[in-house]
């Protein structure tokens, strides 16, 4: 083990147990920072998710690996560091990467940075290296990098050749990395290896050129059932109506793909998450065929973590994946009813004016509200509420709009506080799932056919729901999630 890897485990067993209160079921930083999930992955029977992480402080640093692992995707583990940057060719960070299992062992890809002067500059760059490992240690691979920049098309960046994601068929290993090509906009490159070791160009797989944003991180290339998709985290996206926001987003690009040509086919792209704080998803495959997602639940643009805090970053609730009539549904895994407690339901019930219900509070909760029949105005859940404090969930069932809005949530900060999406009535009406989890605040919408996503930091004996709409026909579905 490494001196700097020591170091940082060492800092974690000081640090860890300092941290003030932590959400329940969501992979949250152990101490310092957090961002980009890495090597989410199965091994040997249990499911491993690695993160960006710099332990020493709660602001972005040079990156280690962190660890966490779960059998159940609720219940998480807390691991040792996994990574630390302390070789020559990673010696400027241990970047975002995934993993796979071959011959025994857990295979961490991962962009290893490095950096030299050069004529009085300072010159990045960016390769994909491996490690080894058991579960808990791993060992780096003593000849990294395995896929250099320079193995990529004419005019491809030596600097932005980032986030490897690795996976197997049949026989080869596959994996896409994202770099900007000549054009300076981003692009997917597709590799193959047959030992995980050496490698070789295959293709661009997917182009921006300049449509989407720049430069495409965290990419991600999977199947559900006939259906392709990739999914990208591109940087400077301007705003575009309600489907895409300014700044780093995360696109849904949907199609078919040839596997003997290696041609992706676009048919579709779609905001993956239409909150304030998602980026860099990853998904694996679950030991029943599930397809997984897991993102960041922040925003580079928006630091919101309160000055007492000792940690920064927290994970989405991984998801459920499906294909439905050509569009990527997502909605919390269904393990988390296996920690459901204490339901209420409330029938159908006609709002006029501002009422609360007995049983319908918390900030751990999983709540489902009907909306059957609209009322003469905007109808409304305000939530994490006390005399002072509230966020809100806002539905104009003449726009179909629903819009999130944490302006007033204890924000002490000048920050984008409230966004929208466009949404559609099944059948006349809409369902709303609202899952809190202390600091965390995810909505999906119609099964799962959209999702937002964003953080509170409001304090946490907030816990009153408030029910809004002059007319409005709802029903509700509450539980508490208790581990």
Known sequence: MSEALEKAREWEKMHCRTAVEKPFFHVCAPTGWINDPNGFSQYKGEYHLFYQYHPYNKHWGPMHWGHSKTDDFIKWLQMPCAMAPDEAFDGQGCFSGSAVEFQGKHVLMYTGVTQKEKDGKIVINQNQCIAFGDGKDYIKYPHNPVITAQQMPQGSS??????????????????????????????????????????????????????????????????????????????????????????????????????KEHLFQRKKVTAVDYGLDFYAPQTLKSEDGRRIMIGWMQNWDTYLVPENMTWSGIMTIPRQLEIRDGSLYQNPVRELENYYSNEVKIGKVRLEGERSFDGINGRSIDLTVEIYEDGKSEFSIRFASNEYFYSEIIYSPEKEILTFDRTYSGLVKDVISRRSMKVKKREGRIKVRLLLDRYTVEIFVNDGEQAMSSLIYTSLDAEKIMFSGDGSVISILKYGVVL
């Open 158 to 259: 030596k600097e932005d050749f980032r986030d490897p994601k690795i996976w197997k068929d049949n026989d080869k290993f596959y994996t896409i990395i994202g770099s900007r090509g000549e054009d300076g906009s981003g692009q997917l490159g597709l590799f193959e290896s047959e030992d995980i070791i050496n490698w070789k160009f295959v293709t661009i797989l997917e182009r921006c050129e300049n449509r989407y944003g720049k430069m495409w991180e965290c990419p991600d290339f999977f199947e559900i059932g006939d259906t392709a998709v990739i999914i990208v985290s591109p940087q400077e996206m301007q705003a575009e109506g309600l489907e895409f926001h300014n700044g780093g987003g995360t696109l849904a690009l949907v199609g078919n793909y040839n596997k």
